[in-house]
């Protein structure tokens, strides 16, 4: 199995990563449409640390499901940091997961107004030790929150499976800062 970016044998890697952290992943993913949450299920004993993949591809299901303000939605855009912020805050609430790692973005020319076709909105979002998983809306000092915008080149489908691998590939990086104090916990 081969894939552009990190690549299934980094998945490997990455599951044990989050394994020996005991971190336990929840995506919420738009873009993307589950392709994150189905890189970690490649990886045998992936049950031990995947704990749920939404896929909010809608504004309303973004909405509905995730509780993604629509004010965000409108001040910001779908394809924004503050809407994937809001994803991942709202599936780790839903789900008590350790990492909420969500994913929005234009993959091709029939996207979000002016952004440019490969452009991906990422959050990552880890529970801090000691809070639980309703903290993460009422408390922001519960979580320590990182985003970043890329772009990639590409057609849709290598745009999706590449902004999967990024979100993987950037795990590792988040979570040591997050452990060292680092993180935003912006309000959505």
């Not at 915008?149 to 489908?157: K, P, V």
Request: net charge positive; proline share 3%; with cysteine.
């Amino acid at each position: 199995m081969s894939h552009s970016g990190a690549g299934g044998s980094n998945n490997v890697g990455i599951a044990r990563y989050l394994l020996r952290h005991g971190l336990r992943v929840v995506t919420a993913e738009s873009c993307t449409a589950g392709l994150i949450a189905s890189r970690i299920a490649e990886v045998p004993g992936c049950g031990d640390v995947l704990r749920c993949a939404i896929v909010a591809y809608s504004p309303s299901a973004k909405e509905q499901l995730l509780h993604v303000p629509a004010e965000t939605i409108r001040r910001h855009g779908l394809t924004s940091e503050a809407v994937s912020l809001a994803m991942a805050r709202g599936a780790m609430q839903l789900t008590g997961a350790d990492l909420a790692i969500a994913n929005t973005g234009v993959a091709d020319g029939g996207g979000d107004g002016d952004i440019p076709a490969g452009t991906q909105c990422f959050a990552w979002v880890f529970r801090r030790h000691g809070h639980a998983a309703h903290d993460v809306v009422s408390h922001a000092q519960g979580i320590a929150a990182f985003t970043e915008t890329r772009r990639f080149a590409g057609a849709r489908n290598a745009v999706r499976e590449a902004a999967a691998d990024w979100a993987l590939a950037r795990i590792c990086h988040y979570h040591e800062l997050a452990r060292s104090g680092q993180g935003r916990a912006p309000r959505p």
